[in-house]
């Protein structure tokens, strides 16, 4: 499969998150490739969800191994890594569930141990990713990850799903920079990336815009409470005896690029 469309190149801005926490129960999610240009030069990134990551004793980032620029489906390389809560640059507001770790030195370590890995960034640089006043108030939706840990292990491919906003992107929901998404949501969706998906509108020439970061689903918890809380990497007993209702809570895309540029600022970029 060569990734010469917008949604063959999504399969590979995923990667897969396999973590063990202090008392050995191991979870699943999903982390993305992101880029942006900065004061001249390219920086990439992976990002996920903060409550994915920082509880891990350890974790691995499985990606898709290369030859000659192009993916060699089904061959992967895993990068172990001990002290894993500390591999991460978390938002500096506790609330704001994201986590990112340049991905340079990571990729340069893979090579110096003579594998090449294959990719594609999310852009962070589209000039309509922070401009949601261009989208109607239902638009489609496409995410990408690995629900319940499901993958295509044969293949080493994640999952793509679809669904719509449920809420009007260019609004904050409950005053907070997010949206909801009417789409099924599962543990190991935790820090898919969301896109509008309009092949039909075309927005700027472009398909699929980045909208932002799924962090947590809504259940109903009894007959009267709806709830939302953090998606599990793992599935605990208890909480999936609730009934889940298929609204996904999204943080806007633009809180990523505000957390790289704060993490290169920091940095002396």
Not at 34 to 41: E, Y
Not at 71 to 88: L, N
Request: with cysteine; hydrophobic share 40%.
């Amino acid at each position: 499969m060569i990734p010469n469309t917008s949604s063959k190149k999504l399969l590979f801005s995923a990667v897969r998150v396999d973590t063990l926490s202090k008392d050995g129960s191991e979870g699943a999610g999903t982390a993305f490739v992101v880029n942006t240009s900065h004061k001249g030069l390219e920086h990439l990134f992976l990002v996920t969800n903060r409550h994915v990551v920082e509880d891990a004793k350890s974790g691995s980032l499985v990606f898709t191994c290369a030859d000659a620029g192009l993916p060699v489906i089904g061959r992967g390389f895993k990068i172990e890594i001990d002290a894993f809560a500390h591999a991460w640059y978390y938002h500096p507001n506790p609330e704001v569930d994201l986590a990112i770790t340049p991905l340079k030195p990571l990729e340069s370590m893979v090579h110096q141990m003579g594998t090449q890995i294959y990719y594609h960034a999310v852009s962070l640089d589209n000039p309509l990713m922070s401009q949601f006043e261009h989208f109607d108030a239902l638009e489609n939706v496409l995410f990408v990850g690995y629900p319940n840990g499901i993958w295509d292990k044969a293949n080493l491919m994640p999952i793509l799903r679809r669904g719509t906003t449920a809420t009007p992107i260019a609004l904050d929901f409950e005053n907070k920079p997010e949206f909801l998404i009417d789409a099924a949501v599962y543990p190991g969706s935790s820090g898919s990336p969301v896109f509008i998906y309009s092949p039909e509108k075309m927005i700027s020439n472009q398909p699929l815009v980045f909208a932002g970061v799924i962090s947590a689903v809504f259940f109903k918890e009894e007959a009267t409470r709806i709830a939302s809380g953090p998606i599990p990497s793992q599935t605990p007993t208890g909480m999936f005896c609730s009934e889940m209702i298929d609204l996904g809570l999204v943080i806007k895309s633009n809180l990523v690029k505000d957390l790289v540029l704060t993490y290169l600022h920091e940095a002396g970029w």
